[in-house]
């Protein structure tokens, strides 16, 4: 049930993500500079690796969510989505903001991207205590 309670959360935080970045497509491929083709489109937009990579990383996140709800008791729905708000807002989204510091990336990007990490790592949490 374990492995079905990661993939789910996984899968769930996957779909947020699309929603997400469908919807701040043009400002975040602006803001990271994305190469688009003539349509306007990612340049890679065919190429399945980031999606793949951005699954399995997902597996990889829930899995270690699950593992840490766990030693810690979070049990509950609403303590697993607080959780997991506060792991992204709190882990994920400062690591990420450190890292596009030192790449001089622009505070739109690191909004978006963290954005996506805070509500990414809630759903996961909410999910992951459905089970």
């Given at each position: 049930m374990e492995i079905l309670s990661v993939l789910a959360a996984a899968f769930a935080s996957y779909v947020v993500g699309s929603i997400w970045y469908m919807a701040l497509a043009k400002p975040w491929m602006k803001a990271a500079e994305v190469e688009t083709d003539e349509s306007g489109r990612p340049a890679?937009?065919?190429?399945p690796l980031p999606y793949i990579t951005a699954f399995i990383c997902a597996v990889l996140v829930a899995g270690m969510m699950r593992h840490v709800f766990s030693l810690s008791g979070i049990d509950t729905m609403g303590a697993g989505l607080i959780a997991g708000l506060g792991?992204?807002?709190f882990?994920?989204?400062?690591w990420i903001v450190t890292n596009y510091s030192f790449a001089n990336r622009s505070r739109s990007l690191m909004l978006i991207d963290g954005g996506y990490a805070t509500?990414?790592?809630?759903?996961?949490?909410?999910?992951?205590?459905l089970f």
């Open positions: 890679n937009a065919s190429n792991i992204g807002l882990m994920a989204t400062p509500l990414g790592c809630a759903t996961m949490g909410a999910v992951l205590t």
